[in-house]
C-alpha cells in the first residue's frame, strides 16, 4: 500500500493558512504555493541518492557529494498543477517537466486525457506528479494510469490539500505511489469540493472564476 506523508513542517504550515485565507490575493497566493512547493520538494527529494566526488577548494581537495542515480521529471496535471511547477524547479532547475491535461466530462464526471507531453526517457526517470488538489482522486488517478501506460515506472504524488476519500481512492488505484500532502483535510462535500479546503486553486491561481 501506498504511503502517505503528511508534512507538519512549520514553515508550511503557517504558509499553508494564508494559503487557505480567501482574503489572499492571487499574486500572494501564487507566490506561497511556489514556495511551499519549494518545501514539500526539500523533504520529498530526502532519500536521493548521492554519490562521492573530489572538489577542488580553494584550500584543497576535498571529498564531497552529488546526486547519483536516476534523473527527475516535474509533471503537473493541468492547469493548476503548473502553479507548483517554479517552486520546485528552484531546488531542481535541471528537471524536466511534462504535462497531463484532464477535464472533467459533464455527463460522466469522469477525467478525459486531452493532452499529454513527456520527456522521452519517461522510463528512466523519478517522476513527481503535481497537482494542489487531491479531492475525489479521479484526476491524478488518471494522469498516474497516463505515465504508467507511456512507461514510467517510479512515480511520487504531491498536492497541497487533500481530502480522505481521494486518498483513500489514490491507495487502492496506485499502491505503487507515495502521496505527499501539505494538509489532510475533513471530508469532500456533496459537489465534491474539499472541506475546509481552500477553493479553487485554479481560479485562484490564473485569476479566473
Not at 566526488?53 to 571529498?63: G, L
Not at 547519483?68 to 531546488?91: E, F, S, T
Not at 494522469?143 to 504524488?157: M, Q, Y
Amino acid at each position: 500500500m501506498a504511503k502517505v506523508y503528511v508534512f507538519d513542517h512549520p514553515l508550511i504550515q503557517h504558509k499553508m493558512t494564508y494559503i487557505r485565507d480567501k482574503n489572499t490575493g492571487t499574486k500572494e497566493f501564487r507566490e506561497l504555493v511556489d514556495e511551499v512547493a519549494t518545501l514539500m520538494m526539500f523533504e520529498i527529494t530526502r532519500d536521493m541518492s548521492l554519490e562521492e566526488v573530489d572538489v577542488e577548494t580553494p584550500v584543497a581537495t576535498a571529498k564531497s557529494k552529488v546526486l547519483a542515480g536516476k534523473k527527475l521529471g516535474i509533471i503537473p496535471i493541468l492547469r493548476a498543477g503548473i502553479g507548483m511547477v517554479d517552486g520546485i524547479l528552484n531546488l531542481i532547475p535541471a528537471a524536466k517537466v511534462g504535462h497531463v491535461g484532464l477535464y472533467r466530462d459533464p455527463e460522466t464526471l469522469k477525467p478525459v486525457e486531452y493532452y499529454v507531453k513527456l520527456p522521452n526517457d519517461i522510463a528512466d526517470r523519478e517522476l513527481i506528479l503535481v497537482d494542489p488538489m487531491l479531492a475525489t482522486g479521479g484526476s491524478a488517478i488518471a494522469a498516474a494510469e497516463s505515465l504508467k501506460t507511456r512507461g514510467a515506472k517510479n512515480i511520487k504524488f504531491m498536492c497541497l490539500i487533500a481530502a480522505p476519500e481521494g486518498v483513500e481512492a489514490m491507495q487502492k488505484a496506485h499502491p505503487d505511489i507515495d502521496i505527499y500532502i501539505a494538509g489532510l483535510d475533513e471530508k469532500l462535500n456533496e459537489k465534491g469540493y474539499i472541506v475546509p479546503g481552500l477553493g479553487d486553486a485554479g481560479d485562484r491561481l490564473f485569476g479566473t472564476k
